[in-house]
Every structure is written in structure tokens, then in C-alpha cells.
């Protein structure tokens, strides 16, 4: 009896585990790619998987890029890096998001990368005594003239490049924006004559008119530019804000575009005794009537000293805005030597269930220098952002025609 007793079980915990599922497989490694071209290489990067110890990253270099690798066994982590920001200042800058959110933190965009530079020479015919034309290419080559006065536009990116030529027209003492000429993909060498921008030609055409409806204010200052796979600039700027809810704005024929163009259509209002502003971008295609609608004033943060030694540590912690739900942002000032900036993703936020933004203890990854990080100074003074709509994060975000962006900051001081 004790016998069959025994075997019964043996059989019933054999069932048992036959009905037992293991667990899933743990996911596959996330390894993700953040590049930066030469200009904008930083100088020391460390990665963070989720909660666990910071890591150095090593640069790979080649052909004018450098690249940094990470593999994330986590949804969610962080990437740190110093940038030399100017004579004698450095730029800390932590991000915390998803991995697909940290390569967001990469400069290499055709529109900002490339060399060697080159400089182009030109001419602009059918301006009168009373016009000007704006000649721009890439991100921050443009040449102002008169008419038939030669022009050099430097600072050229090498490769295909679109430039845009727009005659400004000064009545009642203000220069506004007339006619356009749009070319795509000049591609000659350094020092070339590109052939002239007559004003009178078929290819200049009017600037469409259309208005904005603004919703969040009842005025702001806007604007018009143009973004292509390798030129991002404002092209039509207003003298001066005009009142109203009901704004006009200036945009390029849609048929003039080529495919992926898209014009952007910005306003931004600074409010009278508020220490900072407000913004909202829409990117389009076809200018139309449209309606705009701006977020609230950004919410100063409140602050907690986390720590004075071996660094100055803060917590900021930043109220909900619905209208901002993409990304917060904090930079600290510390005199003209140090910067210290705090991201993090919405993405990250939620997975994480926290939203203060903490400076992390850097001082013992392989690498960092304390000269980065900020001391127990009497003061700081900061700088708090919000970002909130469909376009994408980053300086060279992922957007599409219809895509939105909501912007807010807010300065102030602080003391630890």
C-alpha cells in the first residue's frame, strides 16, 4: 500500500509540472547607436542601463563620425556627455528615456554635417532701389544684397544643397517679404558662380498668403520657414507682433516643393512680468487657413539639494502640464565655466514612475572629471523646459506634415 501510495505521487507531481509554463525568455538585448559628426563630438560619454552602475562608452571613429554603442537589457536608461560649450565653459547634458529615445541625442544630420565647407558666389538681378534679397542655404549660410551686387554665400555644406532667395520689398520703413526663388540640390564645387537669382524671371514666384487662427493667447510673433533633408531656416519674419488672435503668415506654393519639403509655421509670445515664453510649431505642406494652439506658461520647478560633496546634486521636481507631455528639461548656469542639463522622456517617466529630474553622482565612472560637474555655489541660475505635441524629440527631430510642437521655458535662480 505505502508502495502505490508513493507512485500515485510521483505521477500527480509529474502532472503537475507537465502543466507548469515556464517563464518567458528574458528580451533580447536593445543595442542602440548614438553618432555625432566631428564638429560635435563630445568629449566623454557614459550609459546607464535602467537603474544599474554607469558605464564609459569608447568612441568609434571613422570618415568623420563618431559613434557610441550601448546594449540595454532594460526598457528604459540614460545617456551622459560633456561638450566643450565655448572658451572655458562645459556642457554636462544627462538624458534619460527609452533606447529609442537616447538617439535622439545625436547630432549627425545632414542639414549640420559635413566638410570641407565651401564658399559660392552670385548675383541678384530685378530688385529695385527700394529691395533687398536674403540668399540662405543649409542651416546658417546666407548672404544679404542689393540688387546687382555680387554676393558670396560661405559656410556651404558639401554635397547637393538647396538654397532659397527671397526679395524683401521696404514699405512704410518695413522690408517685407515679396517673391521667392526656390532651387533644389545645387551641388558645385568650392568657389563656383552659381548662375544669377532674377526676380523678374518665371522662376520667382509670389508668396502665398493664408492666416492662423491662435488658440492660448491672443497675440504672438510669427513666423515661416523651410525645412528639406538639407536646409532648415525662418524665411518670413514679421517687423513686428501683430494683435489678435487672427495672424497672416507667408509661406512658399506648395507646387514649388519637392517631395519630403515641409514649411514650418511658428508663433511665440513672451507675456509682459513672466520670466519666459511659449511657443507652438506646426509643420505643413499646403498653406492654408490653420489654427494654432500654444500651452500654458510653463510651471516654475521646486528644488531639494540631494547633495553638496563630492558634487552639487539637485532634484527638481516639475507639476503635471498635459500640454507639455513629451519631454522636461532643466539646465544649470554656474558662472561661465559649467553647465549641467536634466532630460527625460515621458517614456521614461512612466516606466520609471517617477518625473523629478536628479543630477546623478558622476564621480566615480571611469573618466569624469569634477571640473564638469557643479560645486556648492551660493547660486545658480536655471532654465526649466517643457515639450509636448507629435513631432519628434532631438535637434533634428522626426516630423511629418501635420505634426505639432509645444514649447515652454521658464528662468529663475536658485539657491542649494
Same mark, same amino acid.
Given at each position: 500500500?505505502?508502495?502505490?501510495?508513493?507512485?500515485?505521487? +510521483?505521477?500527480?507531481?509529474? +502532472?503537475?509540472?507537465?502543466?507548469?509554463?515556464?517563464?518567458?525568455?528574458?528580451?533580447?538585448?536593445?543595442?542602440?547607436?548614438?553618432?555625432?559628426?566631428?564638429?560635435?563630438?563630445?568629449?566623454? %560619454? $557614459?550609459?546607464?542601463?535602467?537603474?544599474?552602475?554607469?558605464?564609459? +562608452?569608447?568612441?568609434?571613429?571613422?570618415?568623420?563620425?563618431?559613434?557610441?554603442?550601448?546594449?540595454?537589457?532594460?526598457?528604459?536608461?540614460?545617456?551622459?556627455?560633456?561638450?566643450?560649450?565655448?572658451?572655458?565653459?562645459?556642457? &554636462?547634458?544627462?538624458?534619460?528615456?527609452?533606447?529609442?529615445?537616447?538617439?535622439?541625442?545625436?547630432?549627425?544630420?545632414?542639414?549640420?554635417? /559635413?566638410?570641407?565647407?565651401?564658399?559660392?558666389?552670385?548675383?541678384?538681378?530685378?530688385?529695385?532701389?527700394?529691395?533687398?534679397?536674403?540668399?540662405?542655404?543649409?542651416?546658417? $549660410?546666407?548672404?544679404?544684397?542689393?540688387? /546687382?551686387?555680387?554676393?558670396?554665400?560661405?559656410?556651404?555644406?558639401?554635397?547637393?544643397?538647396?538654397?532659397?532667395?527671397?526679395?524683401?520689398?521696404?514699405?512704410?520703413?518695413?522690408?517685407?517679404?515679396?517673391?521667392?526663388?526656390?532651387?533644389? #540640390?545645387?551641388?558645385?564645387?568650392? #568657389?563656383?558662380?552659381?548662375?544669377?537669382?532674377?526676380?523678374? =524671371?518665371?522662376?520667382?514666384?509670389?508668396?502665398?498668403?493664408?492666416?492662423?487662427?491662435?488658440?492660448?493667447?491672443?497675440?504672438?510673433?510669427?513666423?515661416?520657414?523651410?525645412?528639406?533633408?538639407?536646409?532648415?531656416?525662418?524665411?518670413?519674419?514679421?517687423?513686428?507682433?501683430?494683435?489678435?488672435?487672427?495672424?497672416?503668415?507667408?509661406?512658399?506654393?506648395?507646387?514649388?516643393?519637392?517631395?519630403?519639403?515641409?514649411?514650418?509655421?511658428?508663433?511665440?509670445?513672451?507675456?509682459?512680468?513672466?520670466? /519666459?515664453?511659449? @511657443?507652438?510649431?506646426?509643420?505643413?505642406?499646403?498653406?492654408?487657413?490653420?489654427?494654432?494652439?500654444?500651452?500654458?506658461? =510653463?510651471? =516654475?520647478?521646486?528644488?531639494?539639494?540631494?547633495?553638496?560633496?563630492?558634487?552639487?546634486?539637485?532634484?527638481?521636481?516639475?507639476?503635471?502640464?498635459? $500640454?507639455?507631455?513629451?519631454?522636461?528639461?532643466?539646465?544649470?548656469?554656474?558662472? @561661465?565655466?559649467?553647465? %549641467?542639463?536634466?532630460?527625460?522622456?515621458?517614456?521614461?517617466?512612466? &516606466?520609471?514612475?517617477?518625473?523629478?529630474? %536628479?543630477?546623478?553622482?558622476?564621480?566615480?565612472?571611469?573618466?569624469?572629471?569634477?571640473?564638469?560637474?557643479?560645486?556648492?555655489?551660493? =547660486? &545658480?541660475?536655471?532654465? $526649466?523646459?517643457?515639450? #509636448?505635441?507629435?513631432?519628434?524629440?532631438?535637434?533634428?527631430?522626426?516630423?511629418?506634415? #501635420?505634426?505639432?510642437?509645444?514649447?515652454?521655458?521658464?528662468?529663475?535662480?536658485?539657491?542649494?
Amino acid at each position: 500500500m505505502k508502495a502505490i501510495s508513493l507512485l500515485l505521487l +510521483a505521477v500527480m507531481v509529474a +502532472a503537475c509540472s507537465d502543466s507548469i509554463t515556464p517563464p518567458p525568455p528574458p528580451p533580447p538585448p536593445n543595442t542602440i547607436t548614438v553618432a555625432y559628426c566631428d564638429p560635435y563630438a563630445p568629449l566623454w %560619454v $557614459a550609459f546607464q542601463d535602467g537603474d544599474g552602475a554607469w558605464t564609459r +562608452a569608447q568612441p568609434v571613429v571613422s570618415a568623420g563620425k563618431t559613434e557610441f554603442t550601448h546594449s540595454f537589457t532594460t526598457g528604459r536608461g540614460a545617456i551622459a556627455k560633456v561638450s566643450q560649450g565655448g572658451p572655458g565653459l562645459t556642457s &554636462l547634458s544627462i538624458l534619460y528615456g527609452t533606447p529609442e529615445d537616447l538617439t535622439t541625442a545625436s547630432i549627425n544630420s545632414p542639414r549640420f554635417c /559635413g566638410a570641407p565647407l565651401k564658399t559660392l558666389h552670385g548675383s541678384v538681378a530685378g530688385l529695385d532701389t527700394n529691395e533687398l534679397a536674403l540668399i540662405q542655404s543649409g542651416y546658417i $549660410a546666407e548672404a544679404l544684397v542689393s540688387g /546687382g551686387e555680387p554676393f558670396d554665400l560661405p559656410q556651404i555644406l558639401p554635397g547637393p544643397r538647396d538654397v532659397l532667395a527671397t526679395r524683401l520689398t521696404r514699405t512704410n520703413g518695413i522690408n517685407l517679404l515679396s517673391a521667392l526663388i526656390l532651387r533644389h #540640390g545645387i551641388d558645385v564645387p568650392n #568657389g563656383a558662380t552659381i548662375p544669377v537669382f532674377d526676380f523678374t =524671371a518665371p522662376e520667382a514666384v509670389a508668396p502665398v498668403t493664408a492666416h492662423v487662427t491662435l488658440g492660448g493667447t491672443d497675440s504672438a510673433f510669427v513666423t515661416t520657414g523651410f525645412q528639406t533633408s538639407n536646409f532648415l531656416n525662418t524665411f518670413s519674419l514679421p517687423a513686428q507682433a501683430v494683435p489678435g488672435p487672427v495672424q497672416p503668415y507667408l509661406a512658399i506654393p506648395e507646387p514649388r516643393l519637392a517631395a519630403g519639403d515641409l514649411q514650418i509655421l511658428r508663433a511665440n509670445i513672451h507675456n509682459a512680468g513672466f520670466n /519666459g515664453s511659449r @511657443s507652438a510649431v506646426l509643420y505643413f505642406r499646403a498653406p492654408t487657413d490653420r489654427e494654432l494652439v500654444l500651452g500654458p506658461e =510653463a510651471a =516654475a520647478p521646486t528644488f531639494t539639494t540631494v547633495a553638496r560633496s563630492p558634487s552639487l546634486r539637485i532634484s527638481a521636481h516639475f507639476a503635471e502640464q498635459q $500640454a507639455y507631455d513629451r519631454m522636461t528639461a532643466i539646465t544649470y548656469q554656474e558662472d @561661465s565655466t559649467r553647465q %549641467v542639463a536634466i532630460l527625460q522622456t515621458a517614456g521614461y517617466a512612466a &516606466l520609471a514612475g517617477v518625473s523629478d529630474l %536628479v543630477i546623478p553622482d558622476l564621480s566615480g565612472v571611469d573618466g569624469f572629471s569634477a571640473r564638469w560637474a557643479l560645486t556648492a555655489t551660493p =547660486a &545658480l541660475s536655471w532654465t $526649466a523646459n517643457r515639450i #509636448g505635441g507629435t513631432a519628434g524629440l532631438g535637434l533634428d527631430p522626426v516630423v511629418m506634415d #501635420g505634426a505639432i510642437q509645444r514649447a515652454a521655458f521658464v528662468l529663475g535662480t536658485v539657491v542649494p
